[in-house]
C-alpha cells in the first residue's frame, strides 16, 4: 500500500530533446538532473523522431535515448522541452513532431500541464525568440509555461559569454576555445529543472484536491445573457424601437396591478398621457387599423404596469399567462382576433417564448372613457 502511495506521488517529467550535434542533450541531462533534485520527481529523457536519420548517430552518446511517440505526451506531469535553436526556431524535427499533436490538443489533454523550454545555439543569435516563439506551440495547447526569469544569473561567471536568458536556459555551443555547456549554463538549466518538477508537483496536488487527472483544467458552462447582466428585455424594447409609457395611475380605488403568488394581475385601457387613444365604436366611429394602435397602447399599458410589478426588470418575468380583449364593437361584429393579434403578436416579439400566453377575445356594449379596447393580462414572475 506504501509502495502505490509513493508511486502516486512521483512526479513523472518528460525531457523531451532533439539534437544534431549533442549540445542540446548535454543540456538535456542537467535538466534532468535538476528536476531530480526535487524529492520523489523523476525525469525520463527521451528523443524526438527524427525525419531523416543521422548518418553517424550510432556513435553518438545520445544513441541509446529512446524516441518518444506523440500520443505518450499526455503520460507525464510536466515536460520540457529541448531543441537546437535553427535559424531562431526549435528545429525542424521538433516541428514536425508537435505538428502530430493536434488530437492531443483539441482533447485538451496538455491543458494546464507544465512545461519548459531550453535549447542548444551556435553564437547565440535569435535563441531568445527562438524559445518565445517555442512558447507559442505549448500556450495553444494551454500548457502552464514554467521560464527562468533571473535564476542562477548571480551565482554564474559574467566574463564570459553565457547562454543563460529569462524564458529558458539555453547554452552557446558556437563560442571558440570554451567547453560547452558551460557551468554557469548548466547551473540555469539545472535550476530550470527543479522549478519545472516542483511546478508539476503543485499541479499534481491540485489535480488530486479536485480529482483530476490530467489536463482539461475545467469544464463550465458557457456565459449567459443572464451572467452578463444584459437585461434581455430592454434590449429586445430597443430593437423594436419601443420606449415604454409611464405606467397609467389608477382612476379609483384599486391598484394598477396584484401581486397573488408568483402571479400577477393587470387591466388597461388605451390611455395615453391621460387621454384615450382613438376612443369610440369600432367599425362606426373607429377604423380597423385605429383599433389596433389602441390595442397596441393598451398593451404597452400592460408592460409599464408588469415591468413596475417586476422590480423595475422585466427579465424578471417568467411568462406571460393569459391575455383578455375586450373590445367596443357593434352587434354581429367578429374580427376580434385580429384586432388582439396587435397584442398578442407585440408579446411574443418582445418576449419570445416567454410571452405566448392563451388568450380570450369579446365584443362590448361599452367600455371605461369610451376606450376602443380594454386588456386584462396574467404574467408569471420569476
Ligand atoms: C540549420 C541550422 C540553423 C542554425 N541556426 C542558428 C541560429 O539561428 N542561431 C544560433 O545561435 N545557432 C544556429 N545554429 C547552430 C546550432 O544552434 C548549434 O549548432 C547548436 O549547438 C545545435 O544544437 P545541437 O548541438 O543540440 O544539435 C544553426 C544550425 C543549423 C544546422
Known amino acids: 500500500q506504501n509502495k502505490m502511495k509513493d508511486e502516486h506521488s512521483t512526479v513523472k517529467v518528460l525531457v523531451l530533446f532533439n539534437t544534431v550535434n549533442g549540445g542540446t542533450y548535454k543540456m538535456a541531462q542537467e535538466i534532468a538532473a535538476g528536476i531530480e533534485d526535487f524529492p520523489g520527481a523523476k525525469a525520463i529523457l527521451k528523443q524526438v523522431p527524427r525525419i531523416k536519420p543521422l548518418e553517424n548517430e550510432m556513435k553518438q552518446p545520445f544513441a541509446s535515448v529512446p524516441y518518444a511517440n506523440i500520443s505518450e505526451l499526455t503520460a507525464y506531469d510536466a515536460i520540457a522541452f529541448g531543441s537546437a535553436v535553427h535559424f531562431g526556431n526549435m ?82 555551443a558556437g563560442i571558440p576555445n570554451s567547453i560547452r555547456p558551460s557551468k554557469g549554463e548548466l547551473h540555469v538549466a539545472r535550476l530550470q529543472g527543479y522549478a519545472l518538477a516542483k511546478a508539476a508537483k503543485g499541479h499534481q496536488l491540485t489535480n488530486s484536491l479536485t480529482g483530476q487527472t490530467s489536463g482539461l483544467t475545467r469544464q463550465v458552462s458557457p456565459i449567459t445573457d443572464k451572467d452578463q447582466k444584459i437585461n434581455i428585455t430592454e434590449t429586445k424594447l430597443k430593437e423594436l424601437n419601443i420606449s415604454l409609457p409611464k405606467a397609467p395611475a389608477p382612476v379609483g380605488n384599486y391598484k394598477p396591478y396584484r401581486v397573488s403568488g408568483k402571479l400577477v394581475f393587470i387591466n388597461q385601457i388605451a390611455l395615453n398621457n391621460g387621454k384615450v387613444d382613438h376612443p369610440g365604436l369600432i367599425e362606426k366611429e373607429v377604423t380597423e387599423e385605429q383599433a389596433r394602435l389602441a390595442t397596441r397602447q393598451t398593451l404597452l399599458n400592460v408592460l409599464a404596469v408588469l415591468k413596475e410589478a417586476a422590480g423595475g426588470n422585466l427579465d424578471n418575468v417568467k411568462q406571460a399567462v393569459q391575455l383578455t380583449g375586450y373590445f367596443y364593437t357593434p352587434a354581429g361584429y367578429t374580427k376580434h382576433a385580429v384586432l388582439m393579434n396587435e397584442a398578442s403578436n407585440l408579446l411574443v416579439q418582445l418576449m419570445g417564448e416567454k410571452g405566448m400566453h392563451t388568450r380570450a377575445t369579446v365584443g362590448a356594449s361599452s367600455l371605461p372613457m369610451n376606450s376602443s379596447v380594454e386588456i386584462q393580462a396574467i404574467f408569471e414572475l420569476e
Open 91 to 172: 528545429s525542424a524535427d521538433m516541428r514536425y513532431f508537435l505538428d502530430q499533436s493536434v488530437n492531443i490538443w483539441t482533447s485538451r489533454k496538455l491543458e494546464g500541464i507544465p512545461a519548459t523550454v531550453f535549447m542548444s545555439a551556435g553564437s547565440g543569435a535569435g535563441r531568445e525568440a527562438a524559445i518565445l516563439s517555442f512558447w507559442n506551440t505549448l500556450a495553444i495547447h494551454g500548457m502552464m509555461i514554467v521560464p527562468t526569469g533571473i535564476m542562477g544569473t548571480s551565482e554564474i561567471d559574467k566574463s564570459i559569454p553565457q547562454g543563460n536568458t529569462a524564458f529558458g536556459a539555453s547554452s552557446l
